[in-house]
């Protein structure tokens, strides 16, 4: 995990020890960022990730708050989606589903067993991290499945692509572990790309990475509909 993450995996365990359950909302970020021995830049970041996860909320003036498992509507943190005014969370998926579609291809006609293990090794977290209630831990299992995946693939351009627009599906990726009650689906949808993969089938492993990110944008609240498909 990078050290955004770390601050956020602190303030995910905080709220869940029902620290600051009683006043609802988070200390100061000036404070705040001196007890963690932080910048606040970097806390900033990772207030931002626990909204997209929906775990916080923040209202300007006000500060921020800690919101309900499953909460929506006006002022709740579910579904947040930090760079709606820029992107459609529509075309994010949209993209997400043509690079990740091409890599899965490329990637089931290469992959070796140490690939395939790799692979489910980053299921191992995610169901770890499920387990424990860690949305943190889950989020990042996510990223190093969908990161293994590319670099199996073997293409240098493909790689460069994904990183490129790395924190844009990471936006997209924690909006759609904001549902608690469906964060474990990914786990299975990662386990038959797996599946998928280990036939060789390039075509079924494209259509078993277009069933994900169909339901990665359900999961966001999107009935998303691949062009072509």
């Not at 943190?77 to 949209?94: E, S």
Request: aromatic residues 4%; charged residues 25%.
């Amino acid at each position: 995990m990078n050290t955004v993450e770390h601050i956020a995996q602190q303030l995910q365990a905080r709220i869940r020890q029902s620290e600051w359950a009683q006043a609802g909302k988070l200390p100061g970020q000036r404070q705040l960022a001196e007890e963690l021995g932080v910048s606040r830049a970097s806390l900033r970041e990772a207030i931002t990730m626990l909204e997209g996860l929906g775990l916080l909320r923040s209202e300007a003036g006000r500060g921020v708050f800690i919101a309900r498992p499953g909460e929506k509507g006006l002022g709740s943190a579910y579904g947040r989606w930090r760079f709606q005014g820029r992107y459609a969370l529509r075309d994010v998926y949209l993209v997400r589903n043509q690079l990740e579609e091409l890599a899965a291809g490329l990637a089931a006609g290469v992959v070796t067993q140490a690939g395939l293990a790799r692979l489910r090794a980053t299921i191992t977290h995610m169901e770890q991290a499920a387990d424990a209630g860690d949305l943190v831990a889950m989020s990042e299992g996510d990223r190093a499945f969908h990161a293994c995946l590319y670099e199996i693939a073997g293409s240098p351009m493909l790689l460069d692509l994904a990183e490129n627009i790395a924190e844009v599906v990471d936006g997209s990726r924690q909006v759609a572990f904001a549902d608690p009650a469906r964060v474990r689906e990914p786990i299975y949808e990662h386990a038959a790309i797996i599946d998928a993969l280990a036939t060789g089938s390039a075509e079924a492993a494209r259509r078993a990475m277009r069933a994900h990110i169909c339901n990665v944008a359900d999961r966001a609240g999107l009935s998303l509909t691949i062009p072509g498909a």
